[in-house]
Every structure is written in C-alpha cells, then in structure tokens.
C-alpha cells in the first residue's frame, strides 16, 4: 500500500459546482498534513495546511479524519482558475520528510 | 524577495555526463530538499538537508549527490547521467520540523533530459 493515496482523476467539473477530493494515508504516527496546488509545468504551492479540528479558507475547507486515516479538500463555487493537480501531503512530527501523493488533476469546465 | 531559486531552469545531457543543479534561498530557512517529479510517481525525496553541515538520503538517492554549502545554498549532482533520470527536479525549504507546521516552499524546477 502507498504511503499517501490519491484518486489521480481527472476530476471535470462546471464553474460553479462544488467537488471533493480525498487523501488516505497509511501511517497511523502522522502528525503533519497539506494540501498543495500545482498548476501546469509550475511548482507546487502550498494551499492549505489541514488542522485536527477542520479548516476554511475562503471557498476552501480542509478536513482530517484520524479514524479512517484521510484527509479531504472541498470547493466550493469552483472557479476556471481552480483548474490544476492538487497534492496531498503528509508528515510525521519531528521528521523532516514529507511524503506527496501522485496528485488530483482538476478541471473546471466553462 | 525571490525565495528559492535553482538555476538551470533547461539541460539536455548526454549519458554519462555529469552536472550540478544548483538552488539558493533567501528565508533564513534550516532546511533544504532535492525532489524529482515523473508522471504518474509524484514528488519523491532525493535527499534533504536538516541544517546546514548534515545531508541525509530520501527515497531515491542513488545516482545522485548532495552538498548543502552553507544555510542559504543547497547543490544536486549527477556524477554519471542516466536515461532514467530524465525528470524535473525541484529545490524546495523550510524552516524545519521543529517550526511548528513544515511548510515547504519550492523553486520554479529544472527540467533535466538524458539522452
């Protein structure tokens, strides 16, 4: 089993409809959790950092489920610049390495 | 503020040559890192570096080689080029696993073909 799972898509959505992705880890010590946003031929950037408790930003709503071992991005009121790879990505406390999932290729449709 | 920079952006090479990417931040970050991205693999650890003087292996080392200069600056060689590591690699930092959350911040990547 990979350490981080990712549904690579492609996920083909219209302006304006909300979409939800999923992550699964498989180590139960994780501690550290993100997600970035990579747009074509560019370098990832972070998006948002995922909190036990939930997070929003914006449009944006981050969630961690500890039990199932996932983490989920929701878009709401997709936008055309909403379009690119988002990537999961997962840490264990005190450790410099960060492992990224294969990407979730969006794509919002005029 | 330019962040992280690694220079070249393009380089086509031969097998069995060699050469260096090199990366620079200007965050006054503790840590440096060296990933590649393939299709279909994601972003998989070359090597990283906690603080300047200690360099330690990721999930792909071989093949490869680090030197973490000095805090700012962080190289990547390829002794021996190979066909396989045909990629783009990307330079990224952070202020290390003790800041709290460990965010990376990563260069615009360089695009590296072996033939």
């Known amino acids: 089993r990979k350490e981080v799972e990712q549904d690579p898509g492609p996920f083909n959505v219209p302006e304006g409809a909300t979409v939800a992705f999923n992550c699964t880890y498989s180590n139960s010590a994780s501690q550290s959790f993100f997600w970035y946003r990579q747009d074509c031929r560019k370098e990832p950037k972070l998006l948002m950092s995922v909190y036990s408790s939930g997070n929003e930003d914006g449009r944006f709503t981050a969630q961690l489920n500890r039990a199932s071992q996932y983490i989920s991005l929701l878009i709401r009121d997709s936008k055309l610049s909403d379009s690119a790879t988002y990537l999961c990505v997962v840490g264990l406390f005190g450790n410099e390495k960060l492992t990224f999932g294969t990407g979730t290729r969006l794509t919002i449709i005029p | 503020n330019a962040g992280v920079t690694q220079t070249p952006k393009f380089q086509v090479l031969k097998t069995g040559q060699s050469m260096t990417l090199q990366c620079a931040q200007d965050?006054?970050?503790?840590?440096m890192y060296w990933y590649r991205q393939d299709p279909g693999m994601g972003l998989r650890l070359i090597y990283y570096?906690?603080?300047?003087?200690?360099?330690d292996k990721g999930e792909v080392p071989n093949g490869y080689n680090v030197s973490r200069l000095n805090k700012r600056e962080f190289s990547l060689r390829l002794e021996s080029a190979a066909p396989s590591q045909t990629s783009v690699y990307f330079c990224?930092?952070?202020?290390?696993?003790?800041?709290?959350?460990?965010?990376?911040?990563f260069g615009a990547g360089s695009r590296l073909t072996v033939l």
């Open positions: 965050m006054n970050h503790n840590s």
């Open positions: 990224a930092s952070s202020a290390g696993r003790f800041s709290g959350a460990n965010v990376l911040t």
């Open positions: 570096s906690a603080s300047e003087g200690t360099t």
